[in-house]
């Protein structure tokens, strides 16, 4: 998928005017966000149960892998292969399509039921496939509906069409599978259930993500509530799973940990309803399961990251509840961000993977609140991660002269506390008149771009110098 | 340089690999496989079948319960009976051994396909932190059989109720060794949440979800 990265303000500004976009957020994002507090709250109330110790075991069991990435991989690579699997690795997304397309001619396959994989997105794989003469279709309901809609890009990580309301899916089904308009819910799963059935019984491949890969048993573990991940995986004769090298775990028992924190942030629910651990190909006298079995390790950028500032990152297990509970994210939806990864994670991984010139604003899409840092289960310090962008930008100076040149500017004045004094002093007198009188100033020439969103608060008066002077005047008389 | 050894080789360098910290690394990597510590979990009371029963139910499964392995065809035809289902549907070879004619089902021992309408499984163990069958793939206990048809109908002997999934791989690890094929943990019906954040039930898989427990086992 091609960044769109850099358009974010523009994106950002018409995804605001978007009554209809609007309207389908408000509706969704509250749902997440009472979901996940619930499932804390509950979790905590059994015996023995604390959240916040399992947010700590989590985070140290993702350091543990990324502090030998290595030696995880291989130890990963030597049990898969042993059951069967074919290891193999892409730098990034054009190996995993060359990768991906040339394991489907050996196979002479002519579709592919995928489930979601945001590594298909990044990759663009869809597109390859099709290129190849390879029908590629997507199987979970959200990402089908987004396949079928002219291929619209998804704008959540699990949820993929958080911004569509039922009316709009409605009539996407009519009028591709010319059928009546539908104005129930559970009447359109059935009919995408329908449609679905038929290309999994028929397609020859499978494509899946991993939610994690153990090491231990060189499994990979795919999480799903509607069943599609467990479809491409058991009727298709290969599968091929497509997933990051960060994905890894070391045991069954660190995968049990991590599986009590996803569903739990993601949806708010105490477990999925499937969670598959996949091990090797169909064994002798198996009456289901792939016969073959391709690993498919992606780079991407991940590796870059390793022995970094940003290394952290790497622990983020895809449950999109940073985005849930994002002010930003809330108000702009996913498109915005312009590539696969929205939110708060995204506007880390977007410019880590697609380059920090290519996503200037994502790190400034934030008000680092750190409603994200707080609910994220792996701990990642997401707003010092923006931050670091944010400096990294000015260390490379990609930040506009204007701005560049009113820091400087700022910083001399600062360093000189008379004339700082003074052109505060002046400043507020200024913000005051302006104000006329309210506590508010509903318009500012100079960052008029900044005031079209919001007020700015007028100051209370005085500046806080004249106020401590004041005090210490007055303290100073008590005291003698 | 082919992928794997570009990659591993900028994961080396920025890790500052040496052959001395390879043997460290690999000596953690043994360690942490031999100790196999289980994360923090919450404790649970005695009495694990009131919980899964509890959990199950939470996540839309139906529950019955029976005496003994032999009472399971009737309650079975029970079930499909009071919902007005299908009497005709496909059983794991494991439990071939039933009799299920003499419950008036027609249950065939085949792998299930896209037709069948009721499946009726067992399962490996059984998790009452979440209400959870675990299911592992072999000749005698297809994948599929809990996945393609409409309605799922599992036994679930009430001895093999385990707290937590850590339990469940400790038995996997003593009683079959090397995992199987496909381990599936299933919680209720299938359903998706995809359009406006509403929960419907039956998406790819089952639509409804029942458990026979049976005491005697
Ligand atoms: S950064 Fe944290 S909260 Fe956001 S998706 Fe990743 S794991 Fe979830």
């Known amino acids: 998928m091609r960044s769109q990265a850099m358009f974010f303000k523009a994106r950002a500004g018409d995804k605001l005017a978007d009554r209809q976009l609007q309207a389908n957020l408000g509706k969704a994002k509250s749902r997440f966000v009472e979901g996940r507090a619930q499932a804390v709250v ?88 099709a290129a190849a003469g390879i029908e590629p279709v997507e199987t979970d309901l959200g990402e089908y509906i ?42 359109m799963a059935r009919e995408a259930r329908e449609v679905l059935r038929e290309h999994f019984m ?23 509530n509607e069943g599609n991940g467990r479809m491409v995986t058991t009727l298709p004769k290969v599968h091929v799973v497509v997933t990051g090298i960060e994905k890894l775990v070391p045991t069954l028992e660190d995968f049990s940990t991590l599986m009590r924190l996803l569903p739990r942030s993601a949806t708010g629910q105490r477990i999925s309803n499937y969670v598959s651990v996949l091990t090797g190909v169909k064994g002798e006298g198996d009456l289901d399961g792939p016969e073959h079995l391709y690993v498919i390790l992606v780079d991407n950028g991940r590796a870059s990251l390793v022995g970094t500032e940003f290394e952290p990152m790497l622990r983020c297990i895809r449950c999109g509840a940073c985005m849930n509970h994002c002010p930003v994210y809330q108000s702009v939806g996913g498109h915005a961000y312009g590539w696969v990864y929205p939110g708060p994670m995204g506007s880390v991984l977007t410019p880590l993977y697609t380059g920090i010139e290519n996503a200037l604003d994502l790190p400034h899409a934030s008000t680092l609140c750190n409603q994200c840092g707080v609910v994220c289960p792996v701990k990642i310090p997401l707003p010092e991660l923006l931050r670091k962008l944010r400096e ?44 006329g009188g309210t506590d508010r100033i ?39 | 340089m082919n992928a794997r050894d570009h990659i591993l080789g900028r994961i080396r360098a920025a890790l500052g690999r040496t052959e001395r910290s390879r043997e460290a690394a690999r000596a953690e990597v043994k360690a942490t496989f031999d100790a196999r510590t289980a994360g923090p979990h919450p404790l649970f009371d005695a009495d694990l079948a009131a919980r899964f029963r509890r959990e199950a139910e939470r996540m839309s499964s139906t529950i019955d319960e029976v005496a003994a392995l032999a009472d399971v ?37 085949r792998a299930a396909g896209d037709m069948d309408l009721v499946g009726v499984t067992g399962c490996f163990c059984a998790i009452a932190e979440t209400g959870t069958l675990m299911t592992c793939s072999g000749p005698r206990t297809p994948a599929a059989t809990s996945l393609l048809p409409e309605t799922h109908v599992a036994v679930v002997p009430m001895s093999r109720i385990v707290p937590a999934m850590e339990e469940a791989w400790a038995l996997a690890r003593s009683e079959i060794g090397e995992l199987p094929r496909a381990v599936n943990f299933i919680s209720g019906p299938s359903r998706t949440g995809d359009i406006e954040m509403t929960i419907v039930l039956g998406a790819h898989g089952p639509y409804r979800v029942h458990l026979v427990l049976v005491r005697g086992e």
């Not at chain 1, 028929?202 to 799903?224: H, P």
């Not at chain 1, 001399?412 to 505060?424: I, K, N, S, T």
């Open chain 1, 202 to 224: 028929s397609a020859e491949m499978g494509i899946s993500g991993a939610n994690f890969l153990i090491a231990e048993t060189g499994s990979a573990a795919l999480v799903t």
């Open chain 1, 146 to 187: 987004l396949q079928i809609n002219d291929n619209e890009p998804p704008s959540h990580i699990i949820a993929p069409v958080f911004h569509k309301s039922k009316e709009e899916v409605a009539e996407l089904f009519a009028r591709t599978h010319h059928t009546p308009k539908k104005d129930d819910i559970a009447g």
């Open chain 1, 42 to 129: 509950d979790y905590d109330a059994a015996p023995g149960a604390d959240f916040e110790a399992l947010r700590d075991a989590a985070s140290a069991i993702r350091d543990r892998v990324l502090a030998n990435l290595d030696v995880w991989l291989e130890t990963f690579e030597d049990k898969a292969r042993a059951r069967g699997a074919e290891v193999l690795y892409a730098r990034d997304g054009a190996e995993i399509c060359r990768l991906v397309v040339d394991i489907a001619r050996r196979h002479g396959v002519t579709k592919a039921a995928k489930s979601k994989s945001m590594l298909s997105e990044e990759a663009g794989l869809n597109e390859a496939l």
């Open chain 1, 442 to 480: 509903r318009a500012l020439r100079a960052v008029p771009d900044w005031t079209a969103g919001r007020d700015l608060a007028a100051p209370e008066g005085r500046t806080f110098r004249e106020l401590y002077a004041e005090r210490v005047g007055h303290e100073g008389r008590t005291k003698r």
């Open chain 1, 392 to 435: 990294k930008q000015v260390d490379l100076k990609l930040r506009p002269w204007r701005e560049r040149l009113a820091l400087r500017l700022w910083g001399w004045v600062a360093a000189r506390p008379a004339l700082y004094g003074f052109a505060a002093r002046t400043a507020v007198r200024y913000l005051n008149r302006r104000a």
């Open chain 2, 73 to 109: 065809p009737a309650a079975v035809a029970r079930y499909l009976d009071a919902r007005a289902l299908s009497r005709r549907g496909v059983v794991w070879p494991a439990l071939a051994g039933l009799d299920w004619a003499g419950a008036g089902l027609a249950m065939e021992t």
